[in-house]
């Protein structure tokens, strides 16, 4: 798995996905991937860090969820004291994986659940 980068992934059909990398540094790009993320679309804006994985997911006309991984552990985040389903807002969203673009662990902000 790729460290230290950004990726925007989009899938075109059943089998065909299409890749976009941005540096860390990138904050201009990612932001304006984030700023695209639509529950009709089917796409993820990635952020590999040497801690984990940041993944907003949008798809499935669901509202973007963000989901971290550790590699053996992974788990979604929930806006600060909010119930288990309540859905993270945009700015939210993009809080969370800009976060993730400097930090030098996995984001704090949120409320981590475990999936599983």
């Known amino acids: 798995m790729p460290t230290d980068i950004a990726e925007r992934?989009?899938?075109r059909g059943m089998f065909r996905v299409s890749r976009e990398e941005?540096?860390?540094a990138d904050r201009q790009t990612v932001q304006g991937w984030?700023?695209?993320l639509r529950p009709d679309r089917d796409q993820q804006v990635l952020v590999h860090r040497s801690w984990g994985t940041v993944?907003?997911?949008?798809?499935?006309?669901?509202?973007v969820t963000v989901v971290m991984s550790d590699g053996k552990n992974s788990w979604y985040a929930v806006p600060p004291g909010a119930a288990d389903d309540q859905a993270l807002t945009p700015g939210q969203v993009e809080h969370i994986v800009l976060d993730a673009l400097s930090s030098s662990g996995p984001p704090e902000w949120p409320d981590w659940r475990s999936l599983g």
């Open 9 to 11: 992934l989009t899938r």
């Open 22 to 24: 941005a540096a860390l």
């Open 34 to 36: 984030l700023r695209e």
């Open 55 to 63: 993944d907003a997911v949008a798809g499935d006309h669901r509202p």
